[in-house]
Structures are given as structure tokens and as C-alpha cells.
């Protein structure tokens, strides 16, 4: 086995940069060539039909079937053009990945020939026969019907020789199979709400999007190291291994140069991610060794959380080519940074202001304090389901870590907007407030500075900070797919939103003047909500036993986390806002817990097999090349001589001999635990008994194996070591 990772190692050693063939044209002359946009609809379609598209796209208005003809006749048309020989519907399904099955456009001719052939039905709808993705009960096997609708909102794009339509995929029923039909909805119930409370501050405002950009944190591996450690490619994480001498201690690496292999792919993937529109605006070092991150430029969340699906498939696929392999899962190795994904958020009105963005005047700043304090409120009051909402195996490692924000969701603003908030608390009173006292206070309010960016103080300890202009939901993992936490950040907002127009109505109602009523009610806001803000050290001892006074929740237990999706709460959110039926949530905890339990199931697996196939086997060896050197020392020397020169090595032989027989014995003890847990029926149970009987072997034995590599010789050592996988050379 060693000889394998010493391969790989010497591999790693020859390696040469792998060439970049860069375009010869500027990127914004390549940028989007490969998407079918407005441009290019306008090309391809008849007006009708580019009317129709757009106005669905505005208006999420149906698209009839003789339109649907057309655009599929335009949309094959640019896409053969580009090369492509089929088409897919690409969707969302709820085990995190994206999913296609490809289609060849062609077909026989009643002739005996063959033509290009793709209609509008193709288009609109199809019935993959997907059934086994999770659909957690929502869809027997058998009756195994689940289907594809085009979703316009998104631009079909060609990746490949493939023609990829974005689609949504529900179940015959009409249940939401998977990420992108909760979203659209509560995007949808945002616009609403968003543009109600606008109306109290601007008439001109008819439509409202959320804007999403999200930085992208991942590992790159060589791929022979990676192809050498059966724990990375079966788990995403490495589930042994010591800690390298050197690793993140001198933060030599963040924002470092890169190397030139590492450079050549990110230029390689970008160029990709620029033919299919993904505007990726940044890419730097991060502070763990071979920890990278790249963000683009905002967009449209629907747009944006596609873009992201789409990056990490092309970022998979181009690492190959470059012999490395991309790690997104969110704690690939132990003891240095995990990766995560912030989703920086804000929403956008149809007249470009951006609503998380302070104005010029007293009016805008308002509305701005308006849409920053209902965002607080509705983190407060649903903290629970978003922290489900990025409960995923991998956070469990980071979340809490002292490295990432911990499982309390806190809400950072910064010392000047606290200023602010608490003054309106002190200076709003229910009483009628004097004309001066109102006017002093818009005069104060309008003089929120204009640019708060360079001004609020970054606190990257929270999981949840106002920087600037939008907030960063910093929680989510690397992996995640980012529609899971928009969901119930959208939806919760939206709520508040709503809930917020009511109340400054209802004070309308009661002939308390409209100005007077937005600031009442936002004193409310700013007194209920306040013990959800935090802005000191997100990762410190002190805030977890403050955050317990304050009965904020800290739940580092996954399965214990995603009890909120089906709590009586989110049930009644969710419902109202019509995004989740009580059965789609049922059926999203299910799939949820399954997937939890099946990844710590692997986990204990592949644990077992390192262990018992691969350490065992590597000990035994070392123990007899020191038996064999303390008997041959035995022989040559006197015995007093011989004890003395013995006793280090015995004391290894002893040590190899302890510390075998506790791994041993804890592999047959998870084997144990997994066997009970594999019989209980309930998904619950079964998750909880995994994440309290299993997952603390991983923890016992991985400690003994690392203690063991220390002392084992390196020659026969059978796996790549941190040191060996965290740099690249
Ligand atoms: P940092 O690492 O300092 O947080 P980055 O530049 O890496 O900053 O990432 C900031 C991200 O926030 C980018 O994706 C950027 O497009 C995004 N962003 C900026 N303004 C908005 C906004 N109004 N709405 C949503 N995202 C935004
Ligand atoms: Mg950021």
C-alpha cells in the first residue's frame, strides 16, 4: 500500500502546469456565448414568441403550446449551432446535486433518414424516469411518476454537446421534488411583500428581486494523493490523518500567490464559467493551505443559485484536467479551516435601488432601515429553520469549530447602524412625537452615511452580518446547495414584510399618521428582535454561555437541528406563504435524516475497512521490524546493555500493542452501534442513534491513528499524509 502512496507522491512530483488555452478574445466578447439570453432569443425567435418568454420571465405567466413550438424550434436551432447533438432537462432533485438525462435531438424519418428534431413539448415537460431520486415518501417506485417543467426564469445554456434546460421536477401530485419550486414560490411571495412596504415609501416601485452572490470556498487535492486515500473519494473528507507540522499557524497562505498549477485551472474554469454567463468577479487564497475561493458578481437569486450548481459541476470536471481534484465538502481535513459558501443577499427594486442600501435622503434611508429592521426581526423570529436549512453532515464539523460561526444564528450590524437603531428605540415614543421631534429624527436618519461599506466593521464571526449594502449568511456550507437557506431566508423576510405593512396599516387606521406609524411599529421591530444582535466575537466561549442567557438555541446535533422543518412554526411559515406543504415538509426532514444517515453509515464504513484492512495490517508490520530488532539486539549485547538500548523500542512495541487493541476493539463496537441503529425503523431514531452512538467512534479511533502515524515508520505508512496533500508544489 505504501508503494501506492509513494507513486502518487513521486506523480505529485513530476507534476507540470497544465496548460491554459486562452481565448484570443476579451472575455466580454466570449461572455455568455454559450447561454441562450435575451440577445439571443431575439435572434432566434419570432417577436411573439420573445415577448412571451420575456413576460413570463416578469410575470411567471404560462407559456401555451404553439409559443413552446417555436422557442424549442429557435432554441435547437442556436443550440446545433454551437454544437450540440442533445438536450437534457436540468433540475435540482434533493440529494444537493444537479441532475440530466440526455436526449439526442436526432430522429428517423419516415424515409429511413434522420432529422434534428426537438418540439415544444420537449421543451415544456418531461417524465424522467428518475425515481430514485430521495422523494422521501412523497412518490412510490412504482408508480414512479415524477416530471420536468421548463423554467423560463433561468436561460437554457450548452455545456458540452448538451443543450441543458433549467427545469423544476415535482411529483405527479404537484409536490416539489427539489430545490428550485420553493424557491421560485417564495421569490415570488418576496416580490409581493417587498413591493407592498415599498409603496409606503415609493410609488414608482412595481417589482422586487433578490439579489445573491455567493463566495465559493473548496480544496483543490492532486488527484493521485486524492485517488490514494479511499476516505477522500468514498467521503469527501479525509476520516484519518494527523496534522501537518506546518499548516495554517504563519497565514502564509491566505491571500498569497498562487501557484501556477492552481492558477492555470482557475483561469481554466473561469473561462468555462464565462461562456455560460457565471460572471466570477473574484478568486483569491484562503487560510488553510490549498483552500481557495472564488466569488462572482451578484445576480438574480434564481439565476445565481444556478450559476452556483452549475460552477461546481464545471469546477469539478476542469480540476480533473488539470490532475487535481475539487473538495467542496466542508471539512475535508481536521484541525485546519473547513469551507463554507457565504450567501451575501440583499433585494433590488424594478428602479435599481438596491433596498439593504442606504440613500441620499431621509426618505430612502427609511426605507432602508425599514427593510434592515424586518430582516433582523425575521432572523430572530425563524432563527430555528434557518439553521435547519444549512444542516447538512459536513457543517457539523464546521459550525461551532471555532473556525466557523457557531450553530446560533446572531445577527451582526455594526457599531453605527446599532447607534442608529438604539436611538430610535429611545427617541420614538407612543405618544404623538412633536413635529420637531419628528423632524429631528429624519434629519438624524438621513444622515446615515450614504456609503456604509467602508464603515461597518467586518465581523467574519458571525454567521449572519449586515456588510454595507446586504447581509452575508456566512453559515452555509461548502457543499450546500444555496436554494435550501434563500428558501427560508426569503420566505421568513417575506412573512416579516408582510406582517410589517399590516401593522403600520392598522396604526394608518387608527389616524396615526403614516410616518409616525413606520416609526412605531419599527420600534417594536428593533425592541423584540434585540437579542438576536450580537457584535462581538462570534467564536468565543463568552458568547455561547451569553447566547444561552439570552435563550438563543445552539443546536450542534444535526438530526436534532432539523426538527425545526417540521415544527409547528416553520409548518404555519411555510404554509401561509404557500412555498412548503406540511407533506413536502414532511418529506424534506425525511430526506434530510436519510441523507445524514447514510453519509455517517459510509463514514463508519470506510472508518472500519482503513482500520482493520489498511492500519492493522501497517502496525503489525512495524511492531515485528522492532521485535525483530530488540531480539537481535538481545543476542549482540550483554544484558544490561541490551535492556537499556531495548527499552524506547519496547515501549513503542507496548504503545503499537494499546493503542491497536483500542481501535480494534472500537471498529467492532461502531460495527455494533451501526447494527442496532441499521434496525430502527423510524428515519428520526435512526439519525439520532447514528449522530449518538456512531459518530463518537469516528472521533475515538481516528484520535488513535493519528497518535499512530507518528510513531509508525513513514516508508510503510499506506496513506498520503496532511503534509503531502495540503500543499501544492
Ligand atoms: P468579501 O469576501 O469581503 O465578503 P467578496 O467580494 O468576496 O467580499 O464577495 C462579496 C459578494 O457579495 C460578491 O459576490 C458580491 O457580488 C456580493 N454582493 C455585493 N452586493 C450585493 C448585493 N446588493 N446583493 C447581493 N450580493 C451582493
Ligand atoms: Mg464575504
Same mark, same amino acid.
Given at each position: 500500500?505504501?508503494?501506492?502512496?509513494?507513486?502518487? /507522491?513521486?506523480?505529485?512530483?513530476?507534476?507540470?502546469?497544465?496548460?491554459?488555452?486562452?481565448?484570443?478574445?476579451?472575455?466580454?466578447?466570449?461572455?455568455?456565448?454559450?447561454?441562450?439570453?435575451?440577445?439571443?432569443?431575439?435572434?432566434? $425567435?419570432?417577436?411573439?414568441?420573445?415577448?412571451?418568454?420575456?413576460?413570463?420571465?416578469?410575470?411567471?405567466?404560462?407559456?401555451?403550446?404553439?409559443?413552446?413550438?417555436?422557442?424549442? /424550434?429557435?432554441?435547437?436551432?442556436?443550440?446545433?449551432?454551437?454544437?450540440?447533438?442533445?438536450?437534457?432537462?436540468?433540475?435540482?432533485?434533493?440529494?444537493?446535486?444537479?441532475?440530466?438525462?440526455?436526449? +439526442?435531438?436526432?430522429?428517423?424519418?419516415?424515409?429511413?433518414?434522420?432529422?434534428?428534431?426537438?418540439?415544444?413539448?420537449?421543451?415544456? %415537460?418531461?417524465?424522467?424516469?428518475?425515481?430514485?431520486?430521495?422523494?422521501?415518501? *412523497?412518490?412510490?417506485?412504482?408508480?414512479?411518476?415524477?416530471?420536468?417543467?421548463?423554467?423560463?426564469?433561468?436561460?437554457?445554456?450548452?455545456?458540452?454537446?448538451?443543450?441543458?434546460?433549467?427545469?423544476?421536477?415535482?411529483?405527479?401530485?404537484?409536490?416539489?421534488?427539489?430545490?428550485?419550486?420553493? $424557491?421560485?414560490?417564495? #421569490?415570488?411571495?418576496?416580490?409581493?411583500?417587498?413591493?407592498?412596504?415599498?409603496?409606503?415609501?415609493?410609488?414608482?416601485?412595481?417589482?422586487?428581486?433578490?439579489?445573491?452572490?455567493?463566495?465559493?470556498?473548496?480544496?483543490?487535492?492532486?488527484?493521485?494523493?486524492?485517488?490514494?486515500?479511499?476516505?477522500?473519494?468514498?467521503?469527501?473528507?479525509?476520516?484519518?490523518?494527523?496534522?501537518?507540522?506546518?499548516?495554517?499557524?504563519?497565514?502564509?497562505?491566505?491571500?498569497?500567490?498562487?501557484?501556477?498549477?492552481?492558477?492555470?485551472?482557475?483561469?481554466?474554469?473561469?473561462?468555462?464559467?464565462?461562456?455560460?454567463?457565471?460572471?466570477?468577479?473574484?478568486?483569491?487564497?484562503?487560510?488553510?493551505?490549498?483552500?481557495?475561493?472564488? +466569488?462572482?458578481?451578484?445576480?438574480?437569486?434564481?439565476?445565481?443559485?444556478?450559476?452556483?450548481?452549475?460552477?461546481?459541476?464545471?469546477?469539478?470536471?476542469?480540476?480533473?484536467?488539470?490532475?487535481? =481534484?475539487?473538495?467542496?465538502?466542508?471539512? &475535508?481535513?481536521?484541525?485546519?479551516?473547513?469551507?463554507?459558501?457565504?450567501?451575501?443577499?440583499?433585494?433590488?427594486?424594478?428602479?435599481?435601488?438596491? $433596498?439593504?442600501?442606504?440613500?441620499?435622503?431621509?426618505?430612502?434611508?427609511?426605507?432602508?432601515?425599514?427593510?434592515?429592521?424586518?430582516?433582523?426581526?425575521?432572523?430572530?423570529?425563524?432563527?430555528?429553520? #434557518? =439553521?435547519?436549512?444549512?444542516?447538512?453532515?459536513?457543517?457539523?464539523?464546521?459550525?461551532?469549530?471555532?473556525? +466557523?460561526?457557531?450553530?446560533?444564528?446572531?445577527?451582526?450590524?455594526?457599531?453605527? *447602524?446599532?447607534?442608529? *437603531?438604539?436611538?430610535?428605540?429611545?427617541?420614538?415614543?407612543?405618544?404623538?412625537?412633536? &413635529?420637531?421631534?419628528?423632524?429631528?429624527?429624519?434629519?438624524?436618519?438621513?444622515?446615515?452615511?450614504?456609503?456604509?461599506?467602508?464603515?461597518?466593521?467586518?465581523?467574519?464571526?458571525? &454567521?449572519?452580518?449586515?456588510?454595507?449594502?446586504?447581509?452575508?449568511?456566512?453559515?452555509?456550507?461548502?457543499?450546500?446547495?444555496?436554494?435550501?437557506?434563500?428558501?427560508?431566508?426569503?420566505?421568513?423576510?417575506?412573512?416579516?414584510?408582510?406582517?410589517?405593512?399590516?401593522?403600520?396599516?392598522? *396604526?394608518?387606521?387608527?389616524? /396615526?399618521?403614516?410616518?409616525?406609524? /413606520?416609526?412605531?411599529?419599527?420600534?417594536?421591530?428593533?425592541?423584540?428582535?434585540?437579542?438576536?444582535?450580537?457584535?462581538?466575537?462570534?467564536?468565543?466561549?463568552?458568547?455561547?454561555?451569553?447566547?444561552?442567557?439570552?435563550? #438563543?438555541?445552539?443546536?450542534?446535533?444535526?438530526?436534532?437541528?432539523?426538527?425545526?422543518?417540521?415544527?409547528?412554526?416553520?409548518?404555519?411559515?411555510?404554509?401561509?406563504?404557500?412555498?412548503?406543504?406540511?407533506?413536502?415538509?414532511?418529506?424534506?426532514?425525511?430526506?434530510?435524516?436519510?441523507?445524514?444517515?447514510?453519509?455517517?453509515?459510509?463514514?463508519? =464504513?470506510?472508518?472500519?475497512?482503513?482500520?482493520?484492512?489498511?492500519?492493522?495490517?501497517?502496525?503489525?508490520?512495524? %511492531?515485528?521490524?522492532?521485535?525483530?530488532?530488540?531480539?537481535?539486539?538481545?543476542? $549482540?549485547?550483554?544484558?544490561?546493555?541490551?535492556? %537499556?538500548?531495548?527499552?524506547?523500542? #519496547?515501549?513503542?512495541?507496548?504503545?503499537?500493542?494499546?493503542?491497536? +487493541?483500542?481501535?480494534?476493539?472500537?471498529?467492532?463496537?461502531?460495527?455494533?452501534?451501526?447494527?442496532?441503529?441499521?434496525?430502527?425503523?423510524?428515519?428520526?431514531?435512526?439519525?439520532?442513534?447514528?449522530?449518538?452512538?456512531?459518530?463518537?467512534?469516528?472521533?475515538?479511533?481516528?484520535?488513535?491513528?493519528?497518535?499512530?502515524?507518528?510513531?509508525?515508520?513513514?516508508?510503510?505508512?499506506?496513506?498520503?499524509?496532511?503534509?503531502?496533500?495540503?500543499?501544492?508544489?
Amino acid at each position: 500500500m505504501a508503494t501506492i502512496r509513494f507513486k502518487a /507522491i513521486e506523480e505529485v512530483l513530476n507534476r507540470k502546469p497544465v496548460c491554459v488555452e486562452l481565448p484570443s478574445a476579451k472575455t466580454s466578447d466570449y461572455f455568455g456565448e454559450n447561454v441562450f439570453d435575451k440577445f439571443k432569443m431575439q435572434e432566434y $425567435l419570432s417577436r411573439e414568441a420573445y415577448e412571451n418568454v420575456i413576460e413570463s420571465i416578469n410575470q411567471g405567466t404560462r407559456i401555451n403550446r404553439k409559443i413552446a413550438n417555436q422557442v424549442a /424550434i429557435g432554441m435547437k436551432a442556436w443550440a446545433v449551432g454551437r454544437g450540440a447533438t442533445h438536450y437534457t432537462h436540468w433540475f435540482h432533485p434533493l440529494n444537493g446535486s444537479t441532475a440530466e438525462k440526455h436526449d +439526442a435531438f436526432f430522429e428517423p424519418t419516415e424515409g429511413g433518414g434522420v432529422i434534428e428534431n426537438f418540439q415544444g413539448d420537449m421543451l415544456v %415537460q418531461q417524465e424522467p424516469d428518475a425515481s430514485s431520486f430521495p422523494s422521501g415518501g *412523497l412518490r412510490n417506485t412504482f408508480e414512479a411518476r415524477g416530471y420536468t417543467a421548463w423554467d423560463p426564469s433561468s436561460p437554457a445554456f450548452v455545456y458540452g454537446n448538451t443543450l441543458c434546460i433549467p427545469t423544476i421536477f415535482v411529483a405527479y401530485t404537484g409536490e416539489a421534488l427539489d430545490y428550485k419550486t420553493p $424557491l421560485i414560490k417564495s #421569490l415570488n411571495f418576496i416580490d409581493r411583500a417587498a413591493v407592498d412596504v415599498c409603496q409606503l415609501f415609493d410609488k414608482d416601485v412595481e417589482k422586487v428581486n433578490v439579489t445573491l452572490g455567493w463566495e465559493q470556498e473548496y480544496f483543490l487535492v492532486d488527484n493521485a494523493l486524492y485517488n490514494a486515500r479511499p476516505d477522500l473519494y468514498l467521503t469527501g473528507r479525509t476520516l484519518i490523518g494527523h496534522a501537518s507540522a506546518k499548516d495554517q499557524q504563519l497565514s502564509d497562505h491566505y491571500f498569497g500567490s498562487l501557484p501556477d498549477r492552481v492558477k492555470n485551472y482557475m483561469v481554466d474554469f473561469e473561462i468555462e464559467a464565462y461562456k455560460l454567463g457565471i460572471p466570477i468577479k473574484t478568486r483569491h487564497n484562503e487560510v488553510a493551505p490549498n483552500q481557495f475561493e472564488c +466569488a462572482p458578481i451578484f445576480e438574480e437569486a434564481n439565476l445565481a443559485v444556478d450559476h452556483n450548481q452549475i460552477l461546481m459541476t464545471l469546477m469539478d470536471k476542469v480540476a480533473r484536467k488539470h490532475n487535481f =481534484r475539487v473538495l467542496f465538502h466542508e471539512k &475535508p481535513f481536521k484541525n485546519i479551516n473547513g469551507s463554507g459558501k457565504h450567501n451575501n443577499w440583499s433585494m433590488m427594486t424594478n428602479t435599481g435601488k438596491n $433596498l439593504l442600501s442606504p440613500g441620499k435622503t431621509p426618505r430612502n434611508n427609511m426605507q432602508f432601515l425599514t427593510f434592515l429592521v424586518n430582516t433582523i426581526k425575521a432572523v430572530h423570529d425563524n432563527s430555528e429553520i #434557518l =439553521r435547519a436549512s444549512i444542516a447538512v453532515a459536513g457543517n457539523e464539523h464546521r459550525l461551532g469549530a471555532h473556525e +466557523a460561526p457557531p450553530a446560533i444564528i446572531s445577527v451582526f450590524i455594526g457599531s453605527q *447602524l446599532t447607534d442608529m *437603531l438604539n436611538q430610535l428605540e429611545e427617541r420614538v415614543t407612543n405618544k404623538k412625537m412633536t &413635529p420637531d421631534e419628528k423632524t429631528e429624527l429624519k434629519l438624524d436618519i438621513g444622515k446615515i452615511p450614504e456609503i456604509l461599506l467602508d464603515n461597518t466593521d467586518r465581523n467574519r464571526t458571525s &454567521p449572519f452580518a449586515f456588510t454595507g449594502n446586504r447581509f452575508e449568511f456566512r453559515a452555509v456550507g461548502a457543499s450546500a446547495n444555496v436554494a435550501s437557506p434563500m428558501i427560508a431566508l426569503n420566505t421568513a423576510v417575506a412573512t416579516q414584510l408582510k406582517q410589517f405593512r399590516m401593522d403600520v396599516d392598522a *396604526l394608518v387606521e387608527k389616524d /396615526i399618521k403614516k410616518d409616525e406609524a /413606520i416609526f412605531q411599529v419599527l420600534k417594536k421591530y428593533i425592541i423584540d428582535s434585540k437579542k438576536v444582535r450580537f457584535e462581538g466575537n462570534g467564536y468565543s466561549e463568552d458568547w455561547v454561555k451569553e447566547a444561552e442567557k439570552r435563550g #438563543l438555541s445552539n443546536i450542534a446535533d444535526i438530526p436534532e437541528a432539523l426538527k425545526a422543518f417540521v415544527s409547528k412554526q416553520t409548518r404555519e411559515l411555510f404554509g401561509k406563504a404557500h412555498v412548503l406543504t406540511d407533506r413536502e415538509l414532511d418529506a424534506r426532514y425525511e430526506i434530510r435524516l436519510e441523507i445524514y444517515t447514510k453519509k455517517v453509515q459510509i463514514e463508519a =464504513r470506510v472508518l472500519g475497512d482503513l482500520v482493520s484492512n489498511h492500519i492493522i495490517p501497517t502496525l503489525i508490520k512495524y %511492531q515485528n521490524i522492532l521485535i525483530t530488532n530488540v531480539k537481535g539486539l538481545k543476542d $549482540l549485547y550483554p544484558n544490561e546493555i541490551y535492556e %537499556q538500548m531495548a527499552e524506547p523500542h #519496547l515501549k513503542t512495541i507496548s504503545e503499537i500493542s494499546e493503542r491497536m +487493541a483500542i481501535v480494534k476493539t472500537a471498529v467492532e463496537e461502531m460495527i455494533e452501534e451501526r447494527k442496532k441503529a441499521n434496525k430502527i425503523e423510524d428515519v428520526r431514531e435512526k439519525a439520532t442513534s447514528y449522530s449518538k452512538n456512531v459518530v463518537p467512534y469516528l472521533e475515538q479511533i481516528r484520535y488513535h491513528v493519528d497518535k499512530l502515524e507518528l510513531i509508525v515508520d513513514d516508508e510503510i505508512w499506506p496513506f498520503p499524509k496532511y503534509r503531502e496533500m495540503l500543499f501544492t508544489r
